[in-house]
């Protein structure tokens, strides 16, 4: 079933608003799902953990509910591997140092020029602390992919750890992250995964990549600002967690740190919830092949949910590259081959001729279009490329609620603004 973009537009409010939102890869609007059950925890059970009281016990049942309801999303074997938090950067720079007092002096770790810098500083400095060495992958500028070679060199260093990410946040790179979690854990590294930037785009299932931590943020997904850390049981178990007295000693309690915020919480699992709607309303064609894979129950309709994005962003994906590549003195960044588009996700980074990046996203502001300009926190790609000290780049990133129409009006607007 083709996807019907008024009914799934009519889930988001703010589209309501005349702009057209293709500032999504630094965040995603919210569905309206999402958006009720914040209101609904604030009014109906707004209290805090562990009380004897009715509302704390509504609210303690919600964010198990949320827990339950990530598992499914990630494909974890239990509720106890889910730990929520403030967003993905604090959540590493916290787990960073329970991870890293594992390590000893001369020990190494992994990072790439790839990544955000919230998969990279967190690791540096945790390093730097215990004395150890970090070890950098590059990645091919001709095409945004990452360097394998440069990665297989790194783990014949035996590193203790491994951060990559799912996809780029600043070219769009779809990393193979199977194989190389594979590779480094024949390496004898742990693997941590940044999946901020796939997480709106494709299925994630942790147990079918072996990863040992990935994590997400539900304000790339269609939730509020929120991040979500998946970890192997067993590691979150044997980590010595930095919390204070009297908080849980098992996870993921004894990780979630302080009162956490609860109405977001709820809005993640709304978030969920319409991800869920998207698998039953338009994903019955791809029930059968999910089931074989062993999926059942609300991460059956999570699946079908992701599997629905991933299809017709396909047609975006296509889109944005043609219509990019059409302007004149344009320079796209990162993979640009059409016959490669399952490599990457809808975003894409570019210059517009001598223009500043800045000033071409001022224009385009101008012309009800939203987008990013600059690093994105992706400051090695910008360095590594050159572009760091003149404004690095033009970033935009298509999501399921966006329209061929509005790629069109993209193009038809960077036309206008070439000829200026």
């Given at each position: 079933?083709?996807?019907?973009?008024?009914?799934?537009?009519?889930?988001?409010?703010?589209?309501?608003?005349?702009?057209?939102?293709?500032?999504?890869?630094?965040?995603?609007?919210?569905?309206?799902?999402?958006?009720?059950?914040?209101?609904?925890?604030?009014?109906?059970?707004?209290?805090?953990?562990?009380g004897a009281f009715p509302t704390s016990m509504e609210s303690d049942a919600i964010l198990e509910e949320a827990h339950q309801a990530m598992?499914?999303?990630?494909?974890?074997?239990?509720?106890?591997?889910?730990?929520?938090?403030?967003?993905?950067?604090?959540?590493?720079?916290?787990?960073?140092?329970?991870?890293?007092?594992?390590?000893?002096?001369?020990?190494?770790?992994?990072?790439?020029?790839?990544?955000?810098?919230?998969?990279?500083?967190?690791?540096?400095?945790?390093?730097?602390?215990?004395?150890?060495?970090?070890?950098?992958?590059?990645?091919?500028?001709?095409?945004?992919?990452?360097?394998?070679?440069?990665?297989?060199?790194?783990?014949?260093?035996?590193?203790?750890?491994?951060?990559?990410?799912?996809?780029?946040?600043?070219?769009?790179?779809?990393?193979?992250?199977?194989?190389?979690?594979?590779?480094?854990?024949?390496?004898?590294?742990?693997?941590?995964?940044?999946?901020?930037?796939?997480?709106?785009?494709?299925?994630?299932?942790?147990?079918?990549?072996?990863?040992?931590?990935?994590?997400?943020?539900?304000?790339?997904?269609?939730?509020?600002?929120?991040?979500?850390?998946?970890?192997?049981?067993?590691?979150l178990d044997r980590l010595f967690p930095y919390k204070v007295r009297p908080a849980p000693s098992e996870p993921p309690g004894k990780f979630?740190?302080?009162?956490?915020?609860?109405?977001?919480?709820?809005?993640?699992?709304?978030?969920?919830?319409?991800?869920?709607?998207?698998?039953?309303?338009?994903?019955?064609?791809?029930?059968?092949?999910?089931?074989?894979?062993?999926?059942?129950?609300?991460?059956?309709?999570?699946?079908?949910?992701?599997?629905?994005?991933?299809?017709?962003?396909y047609e975006l994906g296509r889109a944005l590259l043609e219509s990019l590549q059409e302007i004149p003195g344009l320079r796209l960044y990162?993979?640009?081959?059409?016959?490669?588009?399952?490599?990457?996700?809808?975003?894409?980074?570019?210059?517009?001729?001598?223009?500043?990046?800045?000033?071409?996203?001022?224009?385009?502001?101008?012309?009800?279009?939203?987008?990013?300009?600059?690093?994105?926190?992706?400051?090695?790609?910008?360095?590594?490329?050159?572009?760091?000290?003149?404004?690095?780049?033009?970033?935009?990133?298509?999501?399921?609620?966006?329209?061929?129409?509005?790629?069109?009006?993209?193009?038809?607007?960077?036309?206008?603004?070439?000829?200026?």
């Open positions: 079933m083709s996807l019907d973009l008024s009914l799934v537009r009519s889930h988001f409010p703010s589209l309501q608003r005349p702009l057209i939102f293709l500032d999504n890869p630094g965040g995603t609007q919210i569905a309206d799902t999402a958006l009720q059950r914040i209101q609904q925890y604030l009014l109906q059970c707004n209290a805090n953990h562990g598992a499914d999303f990630y494909s974890a074997a239990s509720a106890q591997e889910i730990v929520f938090g403030p967003n993905m950067t604090s959540l590493t720079l916290h787990i960073s140092r329970s991870i890293a007092r594992t390590w000893k002096p001369g020990d190494c770790i992994v990072v790439t020029r790839l990544d955000h810098d919230a998969n990279v500083t967190p690791w540096v400095l945790a390093a730097k602390d215990r004395g150890c060495r970090v070890l950098w992958v590059d990645f091919h500028p001709e095409d945004g992919t990452l360097d394998l070679d440069s990665y297989r060199a790194a783990l014949e260093h035996s590193p203790r750890l491994v951060a990559i990410g799912y996809a780029s946040n600043a070219l769009g790179t779809i990393n193979p992250v199977r194989k190389l979690i594979r590779w480094a854990h024949e390496a004898g590294a742990w693997v941590y995964v940044d999946a901020v930037q796939y997480a709106p785009h494709g299925l994630i299932d942790v147990q079918d990549l072996d990863c040992d931590f990935l994590v997400a943020s539900s304000y790339k997904f269609f939730g509020p600002h929120q991040g979500i850390l998946y970890g192997k049981y067993e590691l979630e740190t302080g009162t956490q915020n609860h109405e977001a919480i709820a809005g993640v699992l709304g978030a969920l919830e319409y991800l869920i709607w998207l698998g039953r309303e338009f994903g019955a064609e791809r029930e059968e092949d999910l089931r074989d894979r062993g999926y059942q129950g609300r991460a059956l309709e999570l699946k079908k949910g992701m599997q629905v994005i991933r299809g017709y962003e990162g993979l640009t081959d059409p016959l490669r588009l399952e490599e990457r996700v809808p975003t894409f980074a570019f210059r517009l001729g001598d223009l500043h990046p800045r000033y071409v996203a001022e224009q385009l502001a101008a012309r009800g279009i939203a987008v990013w300009d600059g690093n994105y926190y992706a400051i090695n790609v910008t360095e590594r490329l050159g572009l760091e000290d003149s404004g690095g780049m033009v970033r935009v990133g298509a999501v399921h609620y966006n329209t061929l129409e509005e790629i069109d009006r993209l193009r038809d607007a960077l036309l206008e603004i070439r000829a200026l």
